[in-house]
């Protein structure tokens, strides 16, 4: 049975794909775990009832997270129920792809709204409320760094996360709040295989030294580590967990 350790975590998107393995790995770990979702009520709560069989301790909120107010009332809800957010962790995302001389004014436009603006919305009321011994994990990509055609629009937009990452950690200084970003290579989700060809996927999977795609496990597995007590001296920092990808 888990053991509750008294913080709570908000994981946003977490009906599925790494947002779910980062809540049930959150869980194992002693976390009562808020599983925001945007629209897939069903499998959020599915989530939280697998969690629950385990032992832990869960609950389902739902939020766009580009929506300002949305998320502030996310966090009231928190307050309320939990005493605050004690971990951040910002996964909720889009991926939408074309090229830039492609890409229309929609497109850019909801890539911005969700993986960066949702982002600042959640850095920001996390900012205004989180006490001390805090932490915060945005969830960036390594085509930050791949920078392959037809991501223009969604790697800016993780761009602009990971530069949020380092200035919002040194904005704390003093409040024992520590904020680090984590980036995953190509990762087998959803999000990810959708649309793909088979050829593509394996060729993918073999760029990496590892020769393997990441699972939403290995991402848990280095959130896990962020949010904990062996995470403590890490702050400001972009980790690339992309099994030697870039």
Do not use: C
Not at 112 to 123: D, I, M, S, Y
Not at 197 to 226: H, M
């Amino acid at each position: 049975m888990t053991q509750n350790n008294g913080r709570t975590a908000l994981v946003t998107g977490a009906s599925g794909g790494i947002g779910e393995a980062v809540a049930l790995r959150l869980a194992a770990d002693g976390l009562v775990v808020i599983v925001n979702y945007a629209g897939r009520a069903a499998a959020a709560e599915d989530v939280v009832a697998r969690i629950e069989a385990a032992g832990g301790r869960a609950v389902s909120h739902q939020a766009d997270i580009a929506d300002p107010a949305a998320v502030a009332a996310m966090f009231d809800a928190a307050q309320a129920a939990f005493g605050g957010v004690d971990v951040l962790i910002n996964n909720a995302g889009v991926m939408d792809l074309a090229t830039i001389a492609d890409a229309d004014d929609a497109l850019f436009d909801r890539m911005v709204a969700v993986n960066l603006k949702g982002t600042f919305n959640t850095l920001r009321e996390a900012a205004r409320r989180m006490g001390a011994g805090g932490r915060i994990v945005n969830v960036s990509s390594s085509v930050v760094g791949l920078l392959q055609p037809t991501y223009g629009p969604y790697a800016a937009a993780k761009a602009g996360v990971e530069a949020l990452t380092m200035v919002l950690a040194r904005e704390l200084r003093g409040r024992d709040i520590a904020v680090n970003a984590v980036a995953p290579g190509p990762t087998a989700t959803p999000l990810f295989l959708d649309g793909k060809p088979a050829e593509l996927v394996e060729r993918l999977a073999k760029a990496a030294p590892l020769e393997r795609l990441g699972t939403p496990q290995d991402i848990a597995a280095v959130v896990s580590f962020l949010a904990g007590p062996d995470g403590a001296w890490i702050n400001g920092q972009t980790l690339r967990a992309n099994g030697g990808i870039i």
